[in-house]
């Protein structure tokens, strides 16, 4: 009698095999069942085949890491990584999201000139330090900006740095580019001229534990707020818009289109970096600008007032995010003058009393000129490096009660809103946060013919991301606990403050 095959009995090379095919989990179910299998698994070629697979081409981001330091890594180092992308990705999409972690500590700072009048406890705003692995986190408290080490694996947070305005700080905005000195920039009052604003823009000294300030600039508040980006060296404020360029020559210039500015219900909702260009988003139109600066490069006056293009919608918008998915293995030196996936743009309207989210696709002009840097001439648009849409590509009905909406490089995002949650076998009103992915697929070819532009789609997640009851007041004087709420798509974490104080980190890988 024949012995019975089985999967002992396959060679080296078709064991690997099967493992390049196989989900991360699975490899990781396998390393249990016997000791050949248990070795194969933590060979170094599995690993990085796997975080090719399932992390890269899945246009996932790299915890703690680049593409182009994967060839660097050992097999501990690229599992550890394979594994923590697979398991906030999949956490994300199952049907009830799972906190893995929280840690909670108290945010506020006792000054001892602080007048009781002026006691301020709520958390106007959590946000993350891009290009830190989710471990630096900023918290403002009236006055008060501090940075907080939050370290992976930990159940502590750590003052590292703050900074004390003058007066209650309105408004804070990071700097989307890691690599840049400069880290955020915040807007406060002036302390003594009514009317006028004071905009910082810090850097962070990590070794020193310290905030530095880098540019100080005061102004009449219509000019001067909102804040609406700050990326490398530049940033950009007002409307209608100015940019500020941080580094020398420091030198300040308007941009964009005044009869945009001027037109009723169309202030500025988003401003996003894409590339070689830069989309503003209104609450009625849509306008595509050449950037303030491109490689290491400014853009010329000219081309910041005159080189736009836009179109006008129908009804004015409430809110708006810019959603960009580009592969995260380019370097900036390879980046196309506009990426090849389809910018998605998250508008939320209300119409008659419906509250609706609308999805508009930017896809890119193939006809558009690619870059080719002669001159300054280079930068007027005589083509648009996309197409605006005629109309939008999907829409959603959300509650009246959404808002805070909020969306990360990869993708992800999610929105604040009011839902009746169960609780001990009874329903309660509760502030939740709804979890979204926007995600790119590609247009099979229909009857030989060549494929269409890929394809961009939301998703929502199966469940609510996080929970916090409210009780009946809040609902009515629409004043609610939770305060303020950032993501960090890369590792996995959601950071929630509170009126009291209090912050919460969210670690769902």
Not at 93 to 115: C, G, V
Not at 245 to 252: D, E, H, N
Not at 253 to 273: F, Q, R, Y
Request: one cysteine or more.
């Amino acid at each position: 009698m024949k012995p019975r095959a089985n999967i002992s009995a396959l060679p080296d090379d078709i064991l690997l095999l099967i493992l390049s095919h196989v989900e991360v989990q699975d490899i990781l179910a396998l390393r249990k069942t016997c000791r050949r299998l248990c070795a194969m698994s933590k060979l170094r070629w599995v690993w990085y085949d796997a975080m090719k697979r399932h992390v890269v081409e899945k246009g996932l981001p790299i915890p703690a890491a680049s593409v182009a330091d994967l060839k660097a890594l050992d097999a501990e180092h690229l599992e550890a990584r394979a594994v923590h992308a697979a398991k906030f990705h999949d956490n994300w999409n199952s049907a009830h999201p799972k906190t893995r972690k929280t840690i909670e500590f108290s945010a506020l700072t006792y000054l001892d000139d602080q007048l009781p009048e002026d006691n301020q406890s709520a958390v106007s705003h959590v946000v993350f330090l891009p290009g830190r692995n989710g471990q630096y986190l900023i918290t403002v408290v009236g006055r008060v900006l501090t940075c907080w080490e939050v370290p992976l694996g930990e159940s502590e947070a750590y003052r590292v740095a703050e900074w004390i305005a003058a007066r209650k700080i309105e408004q804070v905005i990071v700097n989307d580019d890691p690599k840049s000195d400069v880290v955020l920039a915040y807007v406060s009052a002036h302390a003594t001229n009514q009317g006028v604003v004071e905009c910082r823009a810090l850097s962070f000294d990590k070794f020193h534990g310290r905030f530095c300030c880098r540019m100080e600039l005061r102004a009449h508040r219509q000019a001067a707020t909102p804040l609406h980006l700050l990326h490398n060296d530049y940033l950009v404020f007002g409307d209608p818009m100015h940019v500020c360029f941080l580094s020398a020559p420091t030198i300040v210039k308007p941009m964009g289109k005044n009869a945009l500015a001027e037109m009723p219900d169309n202030t500025i909702l988003a401003v996003k970096p894409i590339n070689r260009y830069m989309l503003i988003v209104r609450q009625r139109t849509f306008e595509v600008i050449p950037a303030p600066s491109w490689r290491g490069v400014r853009a010329p006056y000219l081309a910041l007032v005159t080189a736009s293009a836009s179109i006008e919608m129908d009804i004015p918008a409430s809110s708006s995010v810019v959603v960009v998915r580009q592969g995260f293995s380019a370097s900036p030196d390879e980046l196309p003058d506009w990426p090849a996936e389809p910018v998605t743009v998250l508008s939320r309207y209300s119409d008659d009393g419906f509250e609706t989210m609308h999805q508009y696709d930017l896809l890119p002009n193939p006809k558009a000129k690619q870059d080719d840097p002669k001159g300054e001439n280079d930068l007027v648009l005589d083509r648009l490096p996309c197409v605006f849409p005629s109309q939008y590509t999907r829409v959603m009905s959300v509650a009246p009660s959404s808002c805070d909406l909020r969306v990360g490089p990869s993708g992800k995002g999610f929105w604040t809103e009011t839902r009746n949650v169960v609780v001990r076998h009874a329903k309660n009103p509760a502030r939740c946060l709804v979890g979204f992915e926007v995600t790119t697929a590609k247009d099979e070819a229909k009857d030989g013919g060549k494929a269409g532009p890929p394809a961009a789609r939301v998703e929502l997640c199966k469940d609510v991301l996080y929970t916090r009851r409210c009780n009946i007041h809040e609902i009515l004087w629409k004043k609610y606990m939770v305060s303020s709420t950032a993501l960090e798509d890369v590792v996995g974490r959601i950071a929630v403050g509170d009126v009291t104080g209090r912050v919460e980190v969210l670690d769902l890988a």
